[in-house]
């Protein structure tokens, strides 16, 4: 069963506009993080938020979580093509932090 | 440049053959994961192994996956007998150590026919 679930499913946005994933989980957990895939790729990580952290930044990517709305968003700015993919989160459960569990995932096509 | 490799990367195969896919994770990582990703149900979890034990196979069809860690560089998943149903692509990730990220092999693309 899947934890998470990713808003949208699919979104479409033009070059150099920033594009934002929302991620939601169930139940507690010890950590999030974000992978992206390219197509018949395998994933790769993007970032990872612990907790009891709120913010988290690495270049043009910004995660955000929040543990009470069990939420978590995934921002990139100044899309570029190359960011064209799809974007997975993924949750460790407190109940077993070995395990992690992906969402279902957003395709993120940027436009030239 | 560590990765996990997974072999074969395409396995086509007919109903009813036994099927084994491997993977080499990445050296001195203790936690090893498989998962099977399909456009209906997404990235599902089948297995993982800790310091080479299994922790959890509950997201497989116990029939007929088994999954073993027979040492430290080596994860096998094996179908036997395979179904056109477990068309798919199998992932095998590794990582060091609870809160640090998982890095994924290639994949194996799966077709039983």
């Known amino acids: 069963s899947q934890q998470g679930e990713e808003d949208p499913q699919a979104l479409s946005i033009q070059e150099g506009e920033n594009a934002t994933m929302n991620c939601s989980y169930k139940?507690?957990?010890?950590?999030l993080q974000w992978y992206r895939q390219n197509s018949g790729r395998g994933l790769v990580h993007l970032i990872l938020?612990?907790?009891?952290?709120r913010e988290k930044h690495s270049g043009r990517l910004r995660v955000t979580l929040d543990t009470s709305k069990k939420s978590s968003s995934l921002l990139i700015t100044a899309s570029r093509a190359a960011d064209t993919a799809s974007y997975f989160c993924a949750t460790a459960p407190g109940s077993s932090a070995s395990k992690i569990i992906f969402g279902s995932g957003t395709r993120l096509s940027i436009r030239p | 440049d560590a990765r996990v490799t997974q072999t074969p990367r395409d396995k086509v195969t007919e109903m009813g053959q036994e099927v084994t896919m491997r993977c080499q994770p990445i050296l001195g990582h203790n936690t090893v994961f498989w998962y099977r990703q399909t456009m209906m149900q997404g990235l599902e979890l089948l297995a993982y192994?800790?310091?080479?034990?299994?922790?959890?196979d509950s997201g497989m069809p116990k029939d007929r996956f088994s999954a073993e860690m027979p040492d430290a560089t080596l994860a096998t998943l094996k179908i036997q007998p395979s179904e056109p149903r477990d068309s798919a692509v199998y992932f095998c990730?590794?990582?060091?150590?609870?809160?640090?990220?998982?890095?994924f092999g290639q994949g194996t693309r799966l077709t039983v026919v």
């Open positions: 192994f800790r310091n080479r034990a299994p922790l959890d």
């Open positions: 990730a590794s990582r060091a150590d609870m809160n640090t990220e998982a890095f």
């Open positions: 139940t507690s957990i010890n950590n």
């Open positions: 938020i612990r907790s009891n952290e």
